[in-house]
């Protein structure tokens, strides 16, 4: 499938209630040959309403944290879990992952990332373990078929909790360090 294609397929959606309430099918953005794959589990309001994946207060925030590790959306690939807002920003019921699961694992595929980073712990316990403690398994390694994963807090409950900001800082140096090990051109682009 091509990413036209993935995208139209996605862009018809209706596997789960939350295409019928949607203001806008949120993909995906950012490098479609990256080496790096972040994933969130869902969009919110302003990602409905302007149909990319965070750019509201928690996507300013990405915007900074990837400053700090010298990347940008453009050297990077941004999806979500779920391609569609659930009502009040709750979190995406099983049901409506399994729904959207399919389209994020092909952008996956299309991909062919060496680093995945789950933004929070409704992503890291879809893609690394359902089991997932974000508290005490943030910023550690995990190799799945080969690609290296990890779970930072999300951008959002660093906005609630910024105690946990120092931490987080510490697991995007550990992030840099992974990059430039398994993709210095990255660095170079």
């Excluded at 499938?1 to 995906?28: A, D, I, S, Y």
């Excluded at 409506?96 to 316990?125: F, H, N, S, W």
Aim: proline share 6%.
């Amino acid at each position: 499938m091509t990413w036209e294609e993935l995208e139209q397929k996605c862009h018809q959606c209706l596997n789960c209630p939350l295409g019928e309430t949607r203001t806008n099918m949120v993909f995906g953005v950012g490098n479609r040959q990256a080496d790096i794959l972040f994933i969130g589990e869902g969009p919110g309001e302003q990602e409905d309403l302007q149909g990319e994946p965070f750019v509201g207060p928690a996507g300013k925030l990405l915007d900074v944290m990837l400053e700090l590790i010298d990347l940008d959306r453009t050297k990077v690939y941004i999806a979500n879990i779920v391609k569609c807002r659930p009502p009040n920003n709750r979190d995406p019921l099983n049901a409506e992952q399994d729904a959207c699961i399919g389209y994020l694992r092909a952008q996956t595929a299309l991909i062919k990332p060496k680093i995945i980073v789950c933004l929070g712990r409704i992503a890291a316990m879809r893609i690394i373990d359902k089991d997932f403690r974000i508290t005490r398994q943030h910023g550690q390694w995990f190799d799945r078929a080969g690609v290296q994963m990890m779970a930072i807090y999300h951008p959002s409950a660093l906005l609630r909790d910024p105690t946990k900001r120092p931490e987080t800082f510490l697991d995007l140096k550990s992030l840099q360090a992974k990059i430039r090990e398994l993709s210095p051109d990255t660095y170079l682009t």
